[in-house]
């Protein structure tokens, strides 16, 4: 019986857990989807205050803020939305775009202009007592501004149309979304980073 229980625990180690910091329902959904098979995601729903300036810039603030709060080892999610024809804005701040003027309201900046594209960018900041600034790993996914399509239950899915598909992010299945999303390609870089450190 003790080789047995011996031989378990060696094959199925017990999954390491990440403390998720985000008020954020759907992202939790997707960090589960995407990386739950291989650790085990605990969340905290606070509300972290972001400061405003260039988007690695708010992620590290934000990282820092929400390592204060747990004083334990968590990691943080801040993601952008940037239109070219803007140089990147709403980026960071697509947020107070969409609960102001909804998905409509934000393909419809793009009017005025020839050129829709853009891309969806994720910021993941880790931050434990062993470092002294926040580590962030970036994932982007080009693709193109829409009218929405799709359902309307994640933020700004409906209007990102990733280049090489036919459909929204909101209109693709989950599985499909999840592995070409920015979310993915940074907690990709994430995984990679603490695999090989
Ligand atoms: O269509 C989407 N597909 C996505 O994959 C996605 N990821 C985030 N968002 C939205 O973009 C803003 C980012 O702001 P954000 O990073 O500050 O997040 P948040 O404030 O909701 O949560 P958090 O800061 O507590 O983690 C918020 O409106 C989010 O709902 C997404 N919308
Ligand atoms: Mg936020």
Redesign the pocket.
């Known amino acids: 019986m003790r080789k047995v229980i011996y031989l378990y625990t060696k094959l199925a180690p017990k999954k390491h857990t990440i403390i998720l910091?985000?008020?954020?329902k759907?992202?939790l959904k997707?960090f589960i989807q995407i990386m739950g098979d291989q650790f085990h995601i605990d969340s905290e729903?606070?509300?972290?205050p972001?400061l405003q300036g260039p988007p690695l810039q708010i992620a590290k603030e934000?990282a820092l803020l929400a390592y204060e709060k747990m004083g334990k080892a968590c990691v943080?999610?801040?993601?952008?939305?940037c239109f070219n024809a803007l140089n990147g804005m709403p980026g960071?701040y697509?947020?107070w775009f969409?609960?102001a003027a909804g998905p409509e309201g934000l393909s419809k900046m793009l009017d005025g202009f020839e050129d829709k594209t853009g891309y969806?960018q994720?910021i993941l900041s880790y931050m434990g007592p062993e470092l002294k600034e926040p580590l962030q790993f970036v994932g982007q996914t080009q693709g193109v501004i829409v009218r929405p399509r799709g359902p309307r239950n994640?933020?700004?899915?409906?209007?990102?149309q990733p280049d090489g598909y036919t459909d929204t992010?909101?209109e693709m299945d989950k599985d499909v979304?999840n592995k070409i999303?920015?979310?993915l390609k940074a907690i990709q870089k994430f995984i990679d980073h603490f695999l090989v450190n």
Not at 76 to 81: F, G, I, N, P
Not at 154 to 160: E, L, M, Q, S, V
């Open positions: 910091c985000t008020g954020n759907n992202k997707e729903p606070v509300d972290l972001e934000k943080t999610e801040d993601t952008s939305l960071p697509v947020k969409l609960d969806a994720c994640f933020g700004w899915d409906p209007i990102f992010y909101a979304k999303s920015h979310r």
